[in-house]
């Protein structure tokens, strides 16, 4: 990957992050499961992680 390609990847993960914020508000409000969406939120936090020390790296 080069360095737009990862943060063209970032800003989606980002977009999808707050998506499913939003949806994580709206379960909790109705008292719903969220340890999917839960589950989720982590994994895209760990992949931007990932990819922004890939950055620093370039």
Known sequence: M???EIEDKIEEL???HT?????M???VYV???TEITDKE????EKE??????KLQTM
């Open 41 to 44: 939120l982590e994994r895209i």
């Open 14 to 16: 980002k977009s999808d």
């Open 19 to 23: 998506r499913l914020s939003a949806d």
């Open 48 to 53: 931007i992680a990932e990819l922004r020390k």
């Open 31 to 33: 008292k719903g499961k």
């Open 2 to 4: 080069n360095r737009k």
């Open 25 to 27: 508000e709206k379960l």
